[in-house]
C-alpha cells in the first residue's frame, strides 16, 4: 500500500530567507498542509515542503509523469480543512523527490489567505508588504 498525505493542518517549522546569492527574492514558508496536484482530471497527494507568494516547493509521495514547463494547480488545504488555496502553478524544477513551481496569477481569495499566512509566520508586517510590492511590479 502507498504511503498517504494525511497533514490535516498548519505546523509552522520555519522562516527561511534567501541567502544574498540566491535568486529567490520572497521569502519561504516551511510547514505542513494536505496538498494535492491536479492537471487533465488526474490528483496526486504531495508533502509541502515551503511556500511563498511566487512558488512552492513539494515532495513526491508517489511517482507521477511530469516534466518542466507543465502547468498544473496545487490546492493547498488549512484551518482543518475550511480554507483552501487554488494555486495556478508551472513546474520549474525537478529533483526527485521534490518538485519545484512557480505560482501563475492566484484568485483574489487564495492570495489573500496566502497573504494572511505568510503574514503570521513572518511576524514583519513590512517584510511581506516589501514583497507584495515586489510581486506585484513583477506582474
Known amino acids: 500500500m502507498a504511503q498517504t498525505a494525511s ?3 498548519i505546523h509552522p517549522v520555519a522562516v527561511t530567507h534567501p541567502p544574498a546569492q540566491d535568486r529567490r527574492r520572497f521569502t519561504r514558508i516551511t510547514f505542513d498542509a494536505r496538498t494535492e496536484l491536479r492537471i487533465n ?3 496526486w497527494p504531495v508533502q509541502l515542503v515551503d511556500i511563498s507568494l511566487k512558488g512552492l ?3 513526491l509521495i508517489d ?3 511530469l516534466a518542466v ?3 498544473l494547480e496545487a490546492r493547498v488545504t488549512l484551518a482543518r480543512g475550511e480554507i483552501e488555496l487554488c494555486l495556478p502553478v508551472t513546474l520549474t524544477r ?3 523527490p521534490y518538485l ?3 505560482c501563475g496569477a492566484i484568485d483574489l481569495e487564495s492570495i489573500s489567505h496566502l497573504r494572511r499566512l505568510l ?3 513572518l511576524g514583519d508586517a513590512s517584510l511581506l508588504d516589501r514583497e507584495l510590492e515586489q510581486l506585484v511590479a513583477e506582474e
Request: net charge negative.
Open 41 to 43: 482530471g488526474e490528483r
Open 100 to 102: 519545484g513551481f512557480e
Open 7 to 9: 497533514i490535516m493542518e
Open 69 to 71: 514547463g507543465d502547468e
Open 119 to 121: 503574514e503570521l509566520n
Open 94 to 96: 525537478m529533483t526527485p
Open 63 to 65: 511517482p507521477v509523469e
Open 57 to 59: 516547493l513539494v515532495r
